[in-house]
């Protein structure tokens, strides 16, 4: 368990506190996701934990344990990260990417060879074909998925997140959230995952903890998050992006697109509206699959029968 | 051209030689210049202070004209090259070391992060992260700085190091252009080979190398210690001035002194430098015996009011006289061979001056 008490966080050349009396518990095994909009301190919270950033007073705990009693080495090669702009390592293979935390921690070459193979199977890259690439010669879907098992080789009890997800196009990033949520529920480890998209926050969190301005706004399940919102500001913060971000659910209700036979879709209907316009750009029809894993065909015409009927 | 090629025919040998001359004073000198630039880059990457003071006086270091460079290392380490290897790692220290360290300041802090949460080590993060980045910067720096040694290289020639700046100055002095683009081509065409040779280097992985550049030091130490070892007990060292006429003389000297002593090693020294060059490395001891005129004794090398007179005779005798009481140095018998001055006029400044 990851215990928060009383953490301040004060930058020196900056008047404001970054994080202001936070206070949180992060369960084993729980997929803990932090959001709130930009300069609310989630992505400071994150690296608090692995002592990236110091907090200026207060304690955080791991199973009891002060973190700052941790060897700093040791705490992090157990620990997994994900950075929002992947960074991996330009210069190493994607085996060499993935068995960077194994090698320091001195696992054989055998052990680490598998758990590179065990891994890159389990998102869906061919390890024959991949794991001797360099990433560059990887689409950003694919290298945040190589990302995403770096963090994993280690076997690690806890696995931070820092916005992986941002900076993908649509397609990947709804692939990527489906693969995380398949992660977690098959492998034995707390994911904390900081986002500042709500959408993202409810369909990937079992606990969700809303920040602004360095202070934690409401914490809670899912369903406590979406059918009590504490106050004004999670109630808006749910609804502005709810309403921003229009559900394909509504155009699949609509009837107003063909079935297909298909197993493979581009997007879930929990996806919005703005995403399927994004990839009618690029291509004639979209694939959505509804929640009962039926997939329906989208084309420009349905996305304009529905803004016109949107206006009426 | 014709003279070229009549110099590539009759001196093929000479020319090898003093490439393998140029090429070893260039790669001992860039090897001493990355072991020292390098490993200080590495260590000052997180002190940017310190790192700037360095940038500051190698920069300083870099302003000093090589030719008053290698005038202020002869009396401090002598003439020969020590002092041209020294010369050389100062200039070459500055690039190296600027290269080696904005490369290493310059990775995007997102894969310092991600190595810093990964838990890495210091060595591991330089060894594995690091130092691979900045390889195309490290690279660049030790390609400039060879090519610059190479050029440099070339003055080595004046204080007796030999290389391609031998034929140079030969050039220069004997008024032989073709000598002259032999040795400044020459020195062209290494320097073009190099930089791509370490351009392909930039292409092998960090071990490959750390092993070439291991061999590399045993070679380059196992000649050098090699050529100690390996000097017989006794050895005259005879050098000559630039041009033909020394380098007869020092040869016809060896010839009889090695007739005379068969144990004495007798190694000849030609083209060796100017007649300063020559006579500082005399009264350093680095070389035993060279020819010198009696006039240019009188007139450059030891201290009198007194001119040369137009009396050979005397003139050696007062040249003997000073040398001995001024330095030590045993002036040996004129030889029977004279070097003496025509005039060639044309028959119209003949009539003028008449």
């Known amino acids: 368990m990851i215990e928060f008490k009383n953490v301040y966080k004060k930058y020196e050349n900056n008047n404001n506190t970054a994080i202001n009396d936070l206070n949180l518990q992060i369960k084993d095994g729980d997929f803990f996701v932090l959001v709130g909009p930009s300069g609310s301190g989630k992505t400071t919270t994150l690296k608090m934990i692995n002592r990236l950033i110091k907090q200026t007073s207060g304690e955080i705990t791991i199973d009891g344990k002060n973190i700052d009693d941790f060897n700093l080495q040791e705490m992090r090669l157990q620990m997994g990260y994900v950075l929002q702009n992947i960074a991996l390592f330009p210069n190493m293979t994607i085996e060499d990417n993935i068995t960077i935390q194994p090698e320091s921690l001195k696992w054989s070459k055998e052990k680490r060879h598998q758990v590179a193979w065990d891994l890159l199977e389990k998102v869906g890259l061919d390890p024959d074909k991949y794991a001797k690439r360099l990433p560059n010669e990887l689409s950003g879907g694919e290298q945040q998925r190589v990302g995403i098992v770096r963090a994993l080789a280690s076997n690690p009890k806890i696995v931070l997140m820092d916005e992986p997800f941002s900076a993908l196009d649509p397609i990947s990033r709804n692939q990527l959230q489906e693969l995380v949520l398949k992660l977690h529920a098959e492998m034995n480890m707390t994911f904390v995952f900081v986002t500042h998209d709500m959408n993202e926050a409810v369909r990937l969190g079992n606990t969700i903890a809303i920040m602004r301005l360095g202070h934690l706004e409401q914490i809670g399940t899912r369903d406590e998050i979406v059918h009590n919102p504490k106050n004004n500001f999670v109630n808006g913060f749910f609804k502005n992006q709810q309403n921003d971000d229009k559900k394909l659910k509504l155009i699949i209700d609509s009837q107003d697109c063909q079935q297909v036979d298909r197993q493979q879709a581009d997007l879930s209907e929990e996806d919005n509206v703005s995403d399927l316009a994004g990839l009618l750009k690029i291509q004639d029809f979209v694939l959505v699959k509804s929640s009962d894993e039926r997939v329906w065909k989208l084309t420009t015409q349905s996305l304009l029968n529905y803004l016109a009927r949107d206006g009426e | ?354």
Do not use: C
């Open chain 2, 1 to 354: 051209m014709s003279g070229i090629i009549h110099i590539f025919k009759t001196q093929g040998n000479d020319i090898l030689n003093s490439i393998g001359q140029h090429i070893s004073i260039s790669l001992v000198s860039l090897l001493i210049a990355a072991v020292i630039a390098i490993p200080l880059a590495i260590l000052l990457m997180r002190h940017k202070r310190a790192a700037e003071f360095i940038l500051n006086v190698t920069s300083v270091l870099q302003t000093i004209p090589s030719l008053a460079l290698l005038g202020i290392l002869i009396p401090l380490v002598g003439i020969g090259t020590v002092p041209s290897v020294i010369a050389l790692v100062v200039y070459a220290v500055m690039p190296i070391f600027q290269n080696t360290y904005s490369g290493l300041t310059t990775i995007d802090p997102n894969l310092e992060e991600a190595a810093e949460a990964f838990g890495l080590s210091r060595s591991k993060k330089l060894l594995k992260i690091e130092i691979p980045l900045a390889m195309p910067m490290i690279i660049s720096g030790l390609r400039i700085a060879m090519v610059m040694i190479i050029g440099t290289a070339t003055l080595a020639a004046l204080i007796g190091a030999g290389g391609l700046g031998t034929y140079i100055l030969l050039g220069i002095e004997t008024n032989n252009n073709s000598l002259l683009i032999v040795g400044a081509v020459l020195s062209a065409i290494l320097a073009l080979i190099f930089s791509a040779l370490i351009r392909g280097i930039s292409k092998l992985s960090l071990r490959k190398i750390g092993i070439i550049l291991a061999t590399l030091v045993v070679l380059v130490g196992g000649v050098a210690g090699y050529r100690v070892i390996a000097q017989p007990k006794t050895t005259i060292t005879i050098a000559g001035k630039m041009g033909s006429e020394p380098e007869i003389l020092i040869n016809m000297y060896k010839d009889l002194i090695e007739q005379d002593n068969p144990n004495i090693k007798v190694t000849t020294k030609a083209n060796f430098g100017g007649t300063s060059f020559l006579y500082k490395a005399l009264k350093s001891g680095s070389i035993d015996i060279y020819p010198e005129f009696t006039g240019t004794v009188l007139e450059s090398l030891v201290k009198t009011k007194k001119g040369a007179t137009h009396d050979p005779e005397a003139t050696y005798e007062l040249a003997k006289k000073l040398l001995k009481s001024q330095e030590d140095l045993e002036y040996l018998k004129p030889m029977k061979y004279e070097n003496g001055y025509a005039w060639w006029l044309r028959r119209v400044s003949l009539r003028n001056i008449i």
